[in-house]
Structure formats: structure tokens, C-alpha cells
């Protein structure tokens, strides 16, 4: 792997790599999750049970051998709910925490069983009489569509007129695609532990990406206000949107059962019931009409996605429009008309995953581009380059303007390291020798839009306090998923003081410190926690200031901290002295820091507004081998040069660009989701469901940043990195469908995503007989 390095550092601690936090403590599994605290004495062991069926009614609930069971303390039922059975993250639906009497997916939680301990608790369970009246379940997109059942109504934007647009054009092609779903897959399950206290208070350790609804969940469940509620949290093993809405029925289970039993109570699920009672990634169904002249250039659009929610709203309605913001990609589409539909099914409701619906409107963008280039005989790469967003084409669907038009500058140079243009002839001189073995190349582009696209979501407070040998104390709203995010803020809170990183303490989350929190998602934490740390370190700065001017003699302005020292007027202390000469001065050194993103704005009724502060690029070229006899495919090289503004942590930014690309390879070429007739994941475990291992990892993986800084005033002139290295995948699908182009050139390739060797050998034989 090449790593090209970034933009020499003008700070003392952001700019440059340094190691991830805990990565010592991964490595020596001395990192302490939720399952490795030490349980308080007498903790109890929380089991939930799933329906059997998809759809209908219960009938009849008999736990009683379940409640005589050796070890069981409580068997919990919505009966048990003190305040209101709902699990819910948006308050125009219900998700019960534990079913009443409908049932509406397979492994819906009807009871819990509390336990001495979790295999007594297992064993239990098995012990339960339930009767069902069944009903034919809603599984897939297109038994929802054929049914007409939404889980909320139909939304569209749309600029100029796209029907007149594609009357009109001079050439015109209707297509489609179907994109899957994913398994979140975290190496850390969902688990959490919940531990009594006076006065109806809970305290909630929890594997979650969003604290401040884990406190609300539970109060509502509980029945009780926010602040009799504390959630903590100081390091996930994965979330990747996982654990941002759904963590919080786990929650809210084991703080009912301590309520119940006055003990404390920890629910850890099961690998299996864990894929079967969360929710995925959001897979589609994408027919798309589009106009085109003939180099390529788009000149009319028209595109609809189907989505399969599952039973409940949860997250649907943030993500399939962010599938609509994203549904241009990185190119102009002139007149255009976006449209989604949420189907309801009776599966496990989807929920956030990186990139939060980007992808899935990436993905039938890519498509598009693709089959125009197969139409008219040309490299695809060129169509992409013909469409690109550029002065006076600069207007997204949704009435953004594209400020920066960085990426043609970014492609190209991509283009020219990756040698595409020579490696494309010598791969079709390959395929032309070659019979069975066929390789492929695609160059694809990113352009990702950063904010939360719920607007009051764009917000973050941290807490500072400096102690009087000079150390650190930072707290602050975000939460660490591996992802680094603790890091960069402590990096940052160091620059301010002028101090070496390893001054500053990095605590863990909490409710009881940092109030009213956003989820640790849309690839916004570094951003709004960052800057909220800023802010907070700043007001104690400017305090510490004022007191060395007075020691000085000079002004405050004149006050310089660096390499640990506060320096003027030829004069200097450490940064601990002068912390020390505050407190005699009884100046406070504690603050509060707050950050709201500016400039955003988005009037969802219009379709009009700036939902994102800026865009994150991007671009990967991925060359890939398929065996058309088998369908087996292998990735034989990836060059990718992703836009991270000026890095806060190349190291750190290189390693998200590194993960999210192979997360994003494996969404698009192997972890295939499969719901039987009746509802029921049948890929709920390793054995069934493919992530992608180290063996697939691309031995020749080529990736450098792009050394541009951010033209908003964000924290260090920085961009964020989490989500959008994962669309870069896309250029492995893309290459993929470019070699089995290659066996039938006049044929337009109908591959649907996961690309896996049943889907490759099913499009090679559908080009075949198309051409």
C-alpha cells in the first residue's frame, strides 16, 4: 500500500498522524467495552425472545414455565412498560419496545426473560408457549409496490422540465437497477449494562453512537424526565450507523429490567439475534429515464427509488432523502425530477448506515452514467468527465450551488497517477486473448454532502476544564467508534493551549457532562465536536491570557502559547505555571464550548435550501479479474485519492479512507441479504453472510490525499472522512459491469448489486444473449 503524505503540519498537535487513542490498549485487549467492565455485584442477565412469524397476531402468551425456570427473576412483557412502549427515534411512529399483540417482522421482541445468568436466561426462554394467527407477510420492494403500503407518503424535488427535457432529447434510454441491503457487523455487538440508583434514577452504560436518545428512550419507557437518566458511553467496537437509533431498545430493555428487579442488568444479544432483530442498510430498487446528447451530456433525468424501510419509520425518512441529495452524484443533471418511495415490509425496520442512503443514490447515478457510455460506444470515464458540476453548471436538483468544482482538477489527476488511459488499452488487449478470465477498470467519482440534513442535528457542546499542574480535562458530545473522532478533538483542544496531545485527558462520553447531544453520524463529528472543544478551550485561553498579561506586563494580545510555554515581551512560563498563577488568581479554568454549522438551511416542502456546509471529494480507479465460467471476481489493483481538506490526522484519515473502501467493496460485491417467503433473515450469521477478510483486501492498494484545505471556516480548515470513502467502492462494481461489457460491447450489462458470482455469471449470460 502507498501512502502519500499529506500537506506539511503549521501546529503543534493537528496536522499530524499520531496514533489513535486506544490503539495501544486495542492491541493488548486492554481496551475496556461494555462486556469487559467489571459487573457490579448481583447483576442480572437480560434475554429477549423474537417472534416465530412475520406477520399476524398473538393469540396466546403462556411464560409460566418460562417464570418457574431455574434462574429466572423476571420475565418481562409490554404489561411490565411503566411510561409508553415505544422505542422510536421520530415522533410520528411507534416502535414498541416489546410487541402487545401485533406482529410485524420475524424476530420481533415479544418478552425478555431476566436471569441469573445469560444461559440460564437462554435456556428459559425455549420454555415459552406462544400461539400466532399468521398472516402472508410484505418482504420485498416489489410485493410492497404491487401492494401499494408505505411506511410514510412519496417525496420529490425536481428543477427545470424534466418531462419536456427527455421528449426532447436526441437521445433517450430507460434502466434500471436493484442495490442490497447490509449488515452493520460490528466486531461489538449491541450490549448494555443498567444500574438502579435513588430516587428512580438510572445509570445506562451503552455501545451506542447517540447517548442523548438513549437518555430519551429510556426516560420514555421508564417513565421518568431526562435528567433521572444517565448515559455513558467511551468506546463502541463498530457502529457504522448501527448503533445510532437501535441501540436504544437494548437500553431501554435492561433499565426495565432493573427497574423490575432493583438489580443491575446487562443484555448482551446473541450474534444471530442481533442480525435478525436490527436493522440494515436500506436496499432499493431504482428505475431511472434519462436523456443525453451524444457526447454524453445529460440533458434530462427522471428517477425513482423504492426502498425497503421494513415494519417501522425509524431512520427512512433522513435517509431516502438523503438518497435523493445524492442521487446526482457528481454530475449536472440540468432538468431532472428526484423521487423515492418508502415501502413498508414486514421485516426488521433499516436504519442508518455509513453513508445514510449517499451510496444507494450513488449507485443508480453510476448506473446511468454507465449504460449512456455503453449507448454510444464510449469511455465511460469521459461521459463522467462531460457531466461534472462546473461554472454555470453549478445548480444540484435541490438548489445547492456547487461553490468549489474541485473535481475535474482531482480526477484528472487521478487519471494521470493511475495511468488509466494505457492501463485500458492493455486490459482490452488482455480480454481479447483472453477467453474465460475477463478484467475490468472504472475511474468513478465522490461528491458527499456534509451536515446532518435534519437541520437542529448541526450542533455540539464540549466541556474543558484545565487543572492547575497545566493537565487537561475534555469532554464532549461525539463518541468513539474506532473511527478516531477522540483524537482529532483532543488534537485540537491541544492546539488551542499550545501543549502536547498527550496533556489533554480524554473522558468518555456522558449525558451528566455534555447535554442534548446530536448521534455521532453523517461524518459530521469531528466537525461540530471539534469546534465545539475549540470554543470552549479558547474562553479558558483568553482568561489564561489575561492573567499573563497582568504577570507581564504586556498586553493580552501579545500572549503567545506554544511548545508547551506561554511566551511575550521576551518572557516565558510552562503552561502548568501559569495554570497554577490562574487559580491563586481565582480565575475560573473550567468552560463550556458550543457550535452550530453555519450557512445551512433546507425548506423540505420547496425542495430548495443548502442542506450541506460543503461537499467531501473524491475518485478511485479499481481493476478487476472475473472468470466467466464461475463468476468468481478479484480485485487486482485500486489507486484512490480522496479531498479530506487539510487533514487533522493523515494517518487516521488514510486508515477510514482504507476501511470504508473495503466496507463499501463488500456492500457492492459479497454480504447478500436474504429474507425467505415468511420473513425470515436467512443470512443471520458468519456462515451464511459474507463480509469481506483480509484475503480480499487489494494487494496492490494505492491511496494519497488531496492536498486542498476546506473553503469553509471549518475546524483546521479540515474536511470530513467518515462516510464518503465508502462510495469510492463503487469503481470496483463499476469495473466489474466494464468486463462482462467487454464480452458483449453492444450490450448494456444488467447487473444488479451485490455483484456476487451468482449475479456475475446471471449478467454475463443476459449480455450474451443480448448482444
Not at 108 to 130: C, D, H, K, N, T
Not at 199 to 206: A, E, I, N, T
Not at 313 to 324: F, P, Y
Not at 652 to 674: A, P, S
Request: aromatic share 6%.
Amino acid at each position: 500500500m502507498l501512502h502519500k503524505p499529506s500537506l506539511p503540519s503549521e501546529t503543534t498537535a493537528a496536522g499530524r498522524s499520531r496514533p489513535h487513542d486506544s490503539a495501544t490498549k486495542h492491541v493488548a485487549g486492554a481496551a475496556l467495552y461494555v462486556d469487559d467492565v467489571p459487573e457490579p455485584a448481583g447483576t442480572l442477565h437480560v434475554v429477549p425472545v423474537g417472534s416465530k412469524i412475520a406477520a399476524g397476531r398473538i393469540l396466546v402468551m403462556d411464560l409460566e414455565a418460562v417464570r418457574a425456570a431455574p434462574g429466572v427473576v423476571a420475565v418481562l412483557t409490554a404489561a411490565d412498560v411503566p411510561g409508553r412502549n415505544d422505542v422510536s427515534p421520530v415522533d410520528f411512529d411507534c416502535d414498541p419496545c416489546l410487541a402487545e399483540e401485533s406482529i410485524e417482522f420475524h424476530s420481533q421482541v415479544v418478552f425478555a426473560v431476566v436471569g441469573r445468568s445469560r444461559e440460564q436466561a437462554r435456556r428459559a426462554a425455549a420454555l415459552a408457549r406462544i400461539e400466532y394467527s399468521e398472516t402472508i407477510p410484505v418482504v420485498t420492494v416489489d410485493e410492497a409496490l404491487d401492494q401499494d403500503v408505505v411506511v410514510m407518503p412519496d417525496y420529490a424535488f425536481a428543477q427545470g422540465e424534466p418531462d419536456e427535457a427527455l421528449d426532447g432529447a436526441a437521445n433517450r434510454l430507460h434502466g434500471s437497477i436493484r442495490i442490497g441491503g447490509q449488515e452493520h457487523f460490528y466486531l461489538e455487538g449491541q450490549v448494555v449494562l443498567a444500574v438502579p440508583g435513588e430516587d428512580s434514577d438510572m445509570y445506562v452504560l451503552s455501545s451506542t453512537q447517540h447517548p442523548t436518545e438513549v437518555q430519551h428512550v429510556v426516560a420514555r419507557v421508564l417513565g421518568v424526565a431526562d435528567h433521572a437518566v444517565e448515559c455513558e458511553v467511551r468506546r463502541m467496537g463498530g457502529g457504522f450507523g448501527g448503533k445510532e437509533s437501535q441501540a436504544s431498545q437494548w437500553a431501554a430493555l435492561a433499565a426495565l429490567a432493573a427497574r423490575v428487579t432493583g438489580r443491575p442488568c446487562k443484555l448482551r444479544l446473541d450474534r444471530d439475534d442481533d442480525m435478525a432483530m436490527t436493522g440494515k442498510r436500506h436496499d432499493f430498487l431504482v428505475n431511472y429515464d434519462v436523456g443525453f446528447d451524444e457526447d454524453g451530456v445529460i440533458t434530462g433525468y427522471d428517477v425513482l427509488y423504492a426502498a425497503r424501510c421494513g415494519y417501522s419509520a425509524d431512520l427512512s425518512l433522513g435517509i431516502c432523502d438523503r438518497t435523493m441529495f445524492h442521487a446526482d452524484n457528481a454530475y449536472f443533471l440540468g432538468d431532472a425530477r428526484i423521487a423515492t418511495r418508502r415501502m413498508k415490509t414486514n421485516t426488521v425496520s433499516n436504519t442508518a448506515f455509513r453513508g445514510f442512503g449517499g451510496p444507494q443514490g450513488m449507485m443508480g447515478m453510476e448506473r446511468a452514467i454507465d449504460a449512456i457510455a455503453w449507448t454510444l460506444g464510449l469511455d465511460p470515464l469521459d461521459v463522467r468527465k462531460a457531466n461534472f458540476y462546473a461554472g454555470g453548471r453549478d445548480r444540484t436538483p435541490y438548489g445547492q450551488t456547487v461553490e468549489d468544482n474541485i473535481l475535474l482538477e482531482l480526477v484528472e489527476t487521478l487519471e494521470a497517477s493511475a495511468d488509466y488511459r494505457e492501463r485500458r488499452r492493455r486490459i482490452a488487449a488482455f480480454n481479447d486473448n483472453s477467453a474465460i478470465l475477463k478484467k475490468g477498470i472504472a475511474l468513478t467519482p465522490v461528491k458527499f454532502g456534509i451536515s446532518f440534513t435534519l437541520i437542529q442535528l448541526n450542533q455540539a457542546g464540549a466541556l474543558v476544564h484545565v487543572y492547575s499542574d497545566g493537565s487537561v480535562h475534555l469532554n464532549h458530545g461525539g463518541t468513539e467508534m474506532g473511527q478516531g473522532l477522540y483524537m482529532k478533538v483532543a488534537q485540537v483542544t491541544a492546539d488551542v493551549f499550545g501543549i502536547d496531545v498527550s496533556a489533554v485527558k480524554i473522558t468518555a462520553t456522558t449525558t451528566a457532562k455534555v447535554p442534548n447531544t446530536s448521534p455521532t453520524a453523517a461524518s459530521s463529528g469531528t466537525d461540530l465536536n471539534g469546534q465545539a472543544a475549540r470554543a470552549a478551550a479558547l474562553a479558558i485561553r483568553d482568561r489564561m491570557a489575561a492573567v499573563a498579561a497582568n504577570e507581564f506586563g504586556v498586553a493580552a494580545e501579545s500572549i503567545a502559547f506554544e511548545g508547551g510555554r506561554v511566551v511575550a515581551g521576551g518572557r516565558s512560563l510552562s503552561f502548568g505555571e501559569l495554570a497554577k498563577m490562574a487559580v491563586q488568581a481565582r480565575v475560573s479554568l473550567s468552560a463550556t464550548g458550543f457550535y452550530k454549522t453555519p450557512k445551512i438551511h433546507w425548506d423540505r416542502a420547496a425542495g430548495l435550501g443548502r442542506p450541506f456546509l460543503y461537499f467531501a471529494y473524491g475518485a478511485s480507479c479499481s481493476e478487476v479479474t472475473i472468470d466467466t465460467l464461475t463468476g468468481e471476481m478479484k480485485v487486482d489493483r485500486v489507486d484512490i485519492l480522496h479531498d479530506v481538506g487539510r487533514s487533522l490526522n493523515p494517518a487516521i484519515d488514510i486508515g477510514q479512507i482504507e476501511g470504508g473502501f473495503v466496507q463499501g467493496m463488500g456492500w457492492l460485491t459479497t454480504e447478500e441479504l436474504v429474507f425467505d417467503a415468511q420473513g425470515r433473515l436467512r443470512t443471520h450469521a458468519p456462515s451464511t453472510y459474507k463480509i469481506p477478510t483480509a484475503g480480499d483486501v487489494p494487494e496492490d492498494f494505492r491511496v494519497a490525499l488531496f492536498e486542498r484545505q476546506n473553503r469553509e471556516e471549518t475546524v483546521g480548515r479540515s474536511k470530513a472522512v467518515g462516510e464518503p470513502p465508502l462510495m469510492l467502492a463503487i469503481s470496483v462494481f463499476c469495473a466489474i459491469a466494464d468486463a462482462i461489457h467487454s464480452l458483449a460491447p453492444g450490450a448494456r450489462v444488467s447487473l444488479d448489486a451485490p455483484a456476487t458470482p451468482e449475479e456475475i455469471l446471471k449478467s454475463i449470460k443476459a449480455a450474451m444473449r443480448a448482444s
